[in-house]
């Protein structure tokens, strides 16, 4: 049998072919389930990362006018297509937009990236999200 621990990609297909065959006498069930989770993190990684991009170039867009061009539309643009396959694809992650929690690290996410990127001063940008989810992934909403 093949080892969790040392080669994950041969175990995660031995696992599939011991499911597929009915031996479930020989599954390793620990880290299956631990595999299962580790989906679902992956999933709101993905959800937390795409939304502080955005937020990132819509902060840019806003403090930022002079520096505007078709490479941040474009990045904003695929953001929200891809927040909202995101979404659509894991309804449960709505869940996440309306948690405060998550929303305070998606905003340090930002600030972090977004200074870095600027060169500009951490103190210019809001304490917290200046705007609403739903401004957020409008396809019409452009900061000004």
Not at 41 to 67: C, D, G, T
Not at 70 to 83: F, V
Not at 120 to 128: A, K, N, R, T, V
């Amino acid at each position: 049998m093949q080892s969790y621990d040392t080669d994950v990609i041969a175990w995660a297909n031995e696992q599939a072919a011991f499911i597929r065959a009915g031996r479930f006498d020989l599954l390793d069930l620990e880290h299956i389930a631990d595999e299962i989770e580790d989906v679902g993190k992956s999933e709101r990684r993905e959800l937390r990362n795409r939304m502080a991009i955005l937020l990132v170039h819509l902060l840019k867009w806003k403090f930022q006018p002079e520096r505007r061009g078709h490479s941040w539309q474009r990045t904003i643009k695929t953001q929200r297509k891809e927040l909202a396959e995101c979404i659509a694809d894991t309804p449960s992650l709505k869940v996440e937009v309306a948690n405060s929690t998550w929303w305070e690290k998606v905003w340090a996410d930002t600030l972090i990236m977004v200074t870095k990127e600027t060169g500009l001063d951490f103190e210019i940008f809001p304490d917290e999200c200046p705007w609403q989810y739903q401004q957020i992934v409008d396809v019409s909403f452009w900061p000004e």
